[in-house]
């Protein structure tokens, strides 16, 4: 047979036969399906989430490292004003928060609309016809306050900015309690000065604000954007870390700073909670690295003191010195305060010609607890608000070597005032005034006196005990052994608890209004009458910067206090400092023309 007959009768090629699928089999086809299209999306998912967390601890990252510590400006009237110390880096608030608070919570900024409220001068400020409101005391001479935003980024005198961890924060420096301002007779425009008395800054109205906005609901990231222009806010990134981290945390730190400092400043509104045993107001002395303990830090006693129903207010001007920096700073409760040094609240000093005290060994602070300027600067700046590792000493030296010789402004009454009556004023005040406050000479102030800058006793000068009690002797131990362990070349060696008021230089007297430590005297023609004769309240604040020609100070309208005469609070008393008081009239009026050309 051929093979063409034998392949004709060859089956066709096979076909490949389709097996039916099961209802079951379709089932898994698409479960397989499925999961595969899923298996897709979530690594897809993981990728971009990853990616984006990659991009923000990067963009984190960059703001950390870049980012990072306060602003510094050359001139240096500048750097007084708004150049960090670096309180800002340690205890300062997101300056996006800061700058528009005013409209977020409205009634705590009525009616003025801004910081001012709270008596902190506002640089730039314009009135309604936006005519400049100030004029300013600089470089020896009065020039238009020119508020340049650049400087002061549209916040008061005294707020310092800076970058921490990438985010800017703002808070204060020594201007905010040594800046003040005055109307001067025959001025155009009132006068910002900077070394004086902060007269019209009231720093626990501000803090009681700030503790109150903290537990409002509307302490919101939306609350704050919403009054931000739209190019101005936050992109993606910087939404997800601020509603994340940077909004809870400010919010939790200000409750916590709350919880630490109402029960001393508003007890009546702190919460109910209570020391309920002596042991919880024991020191706590946790060993700290490079502390010696050389000094033992006394127990408190086991008694407890009973938490107070009200308290004396600080106002306008004043500060109660080292009773918050004994809670912040060493973690005391305020309930364990005893009820002697509660009250601590005196007038903020000027600080004018630091060089000739510093030169002389003079006791500085109102009881002469140190004399040492590199000290006292940097005390006061932990009371600001730096800690050990923010504190810039630079800063702090630069501002020291300005203050060695920075003059007040000269007396506006001296040109005006009888020169027969001054001579007569100049005899009494050598004789009776010079030996403990020197003097002032032809061509300024002359530090001279036997006891000049010297601690009077309290037994013997008399006046209120409240700022001397205040200061004690576990806390000048806490300042020694618990601060700049890390540092010796910082530590606080020449503190000391003292037992009276140090005599002060009177340069600059016309500025220094009201008078004694705690500001209980308006003017110098009260301060020369006996204690009960001296207003007991009157009103101060920056409605009260007038000057008055006639009896020494500023405008001091009497007033009649809403609960307790203001003489009978803690703290308040304008016993004390009898010296002239026993002058006739004819000497009273001759003295009081020679000290308003201080």
């Known amino acids: 047979m051929s093979d063409e007959a034998r392949g004709s009768r060859l089956p066709p090629l096979a076909v490949p036969i389709e097996v039916p699928i099961t209802e079951v089999q379709r089932r898994q086809a698409e479960a ?42 050359p001139a240096i009237e500048a750097h007084f004003k708004h150049g960090s110390i670096g309180a800002e880096l340690a205890s300062g608030m997101p300056y996006r928060m800061l700058k528009v608070f005013p409209k977020v919570f409205p009634e705590h900024f009525a009616p003025e609309g801004d910081w001012s409220h709270f008596g902190l001068v506002m640089e730039a ?67 910002i000065v900077p070394g004086m008395p902060a007269n019209t800054v009231e720093l626990e109205r501000l803090f009681l604000a700030l ?33 994340w981290v940077v909004v809870p945390n400010t919010r939790a730190t200000l409750i916590a700073r709350r919880s630490e400092l109402l029960p001393l400043l508003d007890p009546r509104r702190a919460s109910l909670a209570r ?30 003191p009973v938490r107070p129903t009200d308290t004396t207010r600080w106002g306008p001007g004043r500060v109660d010195t080292f ?102 004023g100049r005899r009494i005040y050598m004789r009776d005034c010079a030996s403990c406050h020197g003097y002032q000479g032809s061509g300024g102030y002359v530090f001279e006196g036997a006891r000049l800058g010297q601690i009077e006793p309290l037994a013997y000068v008399d006046t209120d005990r409240g700022r001397l009690d205040s200061y004690t002797l576990e806390m000048e131990k806490y300042q020694k052994d618990r601060l700049f362990c890390a540092t010796p070349e910082h530590r606080f060696r020449q503190f000391k608890k003292t037992d009276g008021y140090a005599n002060q230089p009177l340069d600059g007297l016309w500025l220094r209004a009201p008078y004694l430590h705690n500001g209980a005297v308006p003017t110098l023609k009260d301060l020369l009458e006996v204690p009960a004769e001296r207003p007991v309240a009157f009103r101060r604040g920056r409605r009260h910067v007038r000057l008055d020609p006639e009896r020494g100070g500023f405008d001091a309208p009497a007033c009649i206090p809403s609960v307790t005469a203001a003489e009978g609070r803690p703290g308040n008393s304008s016993r004390g400092h009898l010296y002239g008081t026993d002058l006739s009239p004819a000497e009273k009026d001759a003295l009081l023309g020679y000290l308003l050309t201080f």
């Open 32 to 73: 397989l399906s499925w999961r595969s299209h899923a298996s897709f999306w979530l690594v897809a998912a993981s990728f971009a989430l990853g990616a984006t967390f990659l991009a923000l601890a990067a963009y984190m990252g960059v703001r950390t490292l870049w980012f990072q510590g306060g602003r510094s400006y």
């Open 125 to 191: 400020a314009q009135d309604e016809q936006g005519r400049r409101v100030y004029d300013i005391y600089e470089a020896g001479r009065v020039v238009p306050a020119s508020g340049d935003q650049r400087v002061s980024k549209g916040l008061p005198i005294g707020f310092a900015t800076g970058w921490r961890a990438g985010i800017e924060v703002a808070w204060f420096n020594c201007a905010v309690c040594h800046t003040g301002v005055v109307e001067v007779p025959g001025a155009l425009r009132p006068r």
């Open 211 to 243: 503790f109150d906005m903290a537990v409002d609901k509307r302490f919101t990231l939306e609350a704050i954007e919403a009054q931000y222009p739209p190019e101005e806010r936050l992109n993606m990134l910087e939404r997800l870390l601020w509603s």
């Open 275 to 304: 020391i309920s045993s002596p042991d919880q107001c024991r020191p706590r002395l946790d060993p700290i690295p490079g502390c010696d303990q050389a000094i033992a830090i006394k127990e408190r006693p086991p008694a407890l």
């Open 323 to 424: 009773n918050p920096y004994k809670l912040i700073n060493f973690g005391i409760e305020a309930d364990c305060l005893s009820p002697a040094e509660r009250t601590g609240v005196s007038d903020f000093p000027s600080i004018y010609l630091q060089g000739p005290r510093g030169r002389q060994g003079m006791h500085l602070h109102w009881d002469g607890n140190n004399a040492s300027l590199k000290e006292r600067n940097l005390s006061a700046a932990l009371g600001a608000g730096v800690n050990e590792a923010t504190v810039d000493h630079d800063s702090l030296a630069r501002l020291e070597r300005w203050l060695d010789g920075l003059a007040p402004p000269p007396s506006p009454y001296a040109a005006d005032l009888d020169p027969t009556r001054v001579a007569e």
